[in-house]
Nanobody, 118 residues
Framework: QVQLVESGGGLVQAGGSLRLSCAAS????????MGWYRQPPGKQRELVAG???????NYADSVKGRFTISRDNAKNTVYLQMNSLKPEDTAVYYC????????????WGQGTQVTVSS
C-alpha cells in the first residue's frame, strides 16, 4: 500500500513556473514507475511525465522541454518542475505510483489544482 500526497499547485500567470511535489508514505526506491497525470476540465486524465526506478523518463509531447520530473528517494518524494506554463496546462494534477506485479498495483494521490491565467 502506498499513500501519495501532492502539493505545490496554485494559480500562476502564463509563462510562470510551479513545482509540484508528491510525498509517498513508504520508500519509493522499489516503486517501478512514478508518474504525473493531469485532468483538464471536461477532459480525460492524461499522462504528463513518468520516471522508472532506473531513472528513465518519458513526457507527453505537449510538455517536452518545459516540464521535468525528478525523484528524491531519500525523501520518498517525486517532483514535477513546470516552466513556461500555458493556459492549456490548467488541470488537476495527480501523482501515480505503479508497482509491476501480478496483478499490477496502481496508487493515486488526491490531486492538486494548477490554474494558468492568460
Amino acid at each position: 500500500q502506498v499513500q501519495l500526497v501532492e502539493s505545490g499547485g496554485g494559480l500562476v500567470q502564463a509563462g510562470g513556473s510551479l513545482r509540484l511535489s508528491c510525498a509517498a508514505s513508504r520508500s519509493i526506491f522499489s516503486i517501478n514507475v512514478m508518474g504525473w497525470y493531469r485532468q483538464p476540465p471536461g477532459k480525460q486524465r492524461e499522462l504528463v511525465a513518468g520516471m522508472t526506478s532506473g531513472g528513465s523518463t518519458n513526457y507527453a509531447d505537449s510538455v517536452k522541454g518545459r516540464f521535468t520530473i525528478s525523484r528524491d528517494n531519500a525523501k520518498n518524494t517525486v517532483y514535477l518542475q513546470m516552466n513556461s506554463l500555458k493556459p492549456e496546462d490548467t488541470a488537476v494534477y495527480y501523482c501515480n505510483a505503479l508497482l509491476l506485479s501480478l496483478p499490477n498495483r496502481n496508487y493515486w494521490g488526491q490531486g492538486t489544482q494548477v490554474t494558468v491565467s492568460s
